[in-house]
């Protein structure tokens, strides 16, 4: 074998410049979604600066209906997911699920932490809807506008669940949709029509469930707009993850919530 085929190593440690390769060596975030859905993935990576990684593990959604979240919740994959993402060196678990974790109002949510807690103890844990009401502390929410792409019957039950933590909800709007599929197909320009529709002269945030409901790209645009915080349920979900493990790790142009959370260096 010739020198030219048999290269030596670098000399005292001078190597070339590598590029990024996804590596998670400053927050590794696990990842509880739905089967059958894709945003919040997506989203997440837009939004994650270098050295933040998302790791999924998935479960069954039958439909987005309130029998449907309610088998996946009490199917036994639900253990089986949380287990297999935390047997990965994460740092933080997520359980990438609005209507999944508030459907049954703030003590269900809290006991379904506690539940993931036991399955997968050392990461921190959290959901989609404890983020959300984490988040809209952060920007001091107060009364709040929701658009969600839901059914009247899960709709209403996030307006209970935002009222029931202190956020009276002035008005609201839904898209009736029960396919997850058809979810993550609405394209952004309605989405930022939809969000558009309920803003209210009192609300002081506005609030957009689902997550697997793309949001993340028109947040920027919506409060230049609006002129006030706008959280989704994706956006707030990965704040959280950064705020729970104490990282800067955020790309910029995501919102308002994400203020001293942007990485230094970090491109659009």
């Known amino acids: 074998m010739t020198a030219a085929s ?17 590596s998670g060596n400053r927050s590794r975030i696990g990842l509880i979604y739905i089967a059958s859905s894709v945003v919040m993935e997506e989203e997440m990576w837009a939004m994650s600066a270098e ?33 297999m993402a935390g047997a ?26 506690e539940k993931i807690k036991g399955w997968v103890p050392g990461p ?7 983020a959300t009401l984490a988040a809209l502390k952060r920007v001091k929410a107060g009364k709040v506008a929701l658009a969600t792409p839901y059914l009247p019957e899960i709709h209403e039950r996030a307006i209970r669940f935002l009222e029931e933590n202190g956020h009276s909800v002035v008005k609201s709007n839904h898209l009736n949709i029960s396919d997850d599929h058809a979810l993550a197909e609405v394209p952004i320009e309605q989405v ?15 609030f957009v469930s689902c997550t697997n409901f793309r949001t993340v790209g028109a ?4 409060e230049a707009r609006l002129g006030k915080p706008v959280i989704s349920a994706n956006q707030a979900s990965f704040w959280h993850c950064l705020e729970l493990t104490g990282v800067a790790g955020a790309r910029p142009g995501y919102g308002r919530l994400f203020e001293g959370f942007v990485s230094e260096g970090s491109e659009r």
Request: charged share 20%.
């Open 192 to 206: 930022y029509d939809h969000v558009l529709s309920v803003d209210h002269p009192d609300a002081t945030a506005i």
């Open 51 to 83: 050295g933040v990684s998302t790791h999924t593990a998935r479960i069954k959604l039958p439909k987005v209906t309130v029998q449907g979240i309610e088998e996946m919740m009490n199917a036994p994959e639900l253990e089986t997911a949380a287990r």
């Open 124 to 130: 921190k844990i959290t959901t989609a809807s404890t």
């Open 6 to 22: 048999n290269p030596t190593p670098a000399q005292a440690g001078v190597y070339p410049r590598f590029r990024y390769d996804g």
């Open 88 to 113: 990965a060196p994460i740092d933080v678990l997520l359980f990438g699920g609005t209507s999944a974790s508030f459907l049954h109002g703030t003590a269900y949510d809290k006991a379904l932490i």
């Open 219 to 222: 947040i920027e645009a919506l």
